[in-house]
């Protein structure tokens, strides 16, 4: 069973910075790409950040693009999140995503962590 563990998320005033991590675990953990998805109330779920787990190469929305990094521990199994500059529209639940089973198919989830941003 896979397990994704997130944490890192809270309150923070506008302009602060938050880093997010998720750690992944379980026997048969394998992924060909991570992924840091977020929701806001009453909003789809969209990805905002991506990561290549052999090549490291990483994708981002353009609404987080300079503000936003996504890197990753391959020995630790866990990627993170660095957001700068956060912005109130930042607000959301943000969760942690793998590509376990074939590539492009995000199909492990983390619980999610919850990011506030007041302004």
């Known amino acids: 069973q896979v397990q994704l563990v997130e944490s890192g998320g809270g309150l923070v005033q506008a302009g602060g910075s938050l880093r997010l991590s998720c750690a992944a675990s379980g026997r048969t953990f394998r992924t060909y790409a991570m992924g840091w998805f977020r929701q806001a109330p009453g909003r789809e779920r969209n990805l905002v950040a991506g990561?290549?787990?052999?090549?490291?190469?990483?994708y981002n929305a353009d609404s987080v693009k300079g503000r936003f990094t996504i890197s990753r521990d391959v020995a630790k199994n866990t990627v993170f999140l660095q957001m700068n500059s956060l912005k109130p529209e930042d607000t959301a639940i943000y969760y942690c995503?793998?590509?376990?089973?074939?590539?492009?198919?995000?199909?492990?989830w983390g619980q999610g962590t919850q990011v506030i941003v007041s302004s």
């Open positions: 995503s793998a590509q376990c089973r074939r590539p492009g198919e995000y199909d492990c």
């Open positions: 990561i290549n787990w052999s090549s490291g190469s990483t």
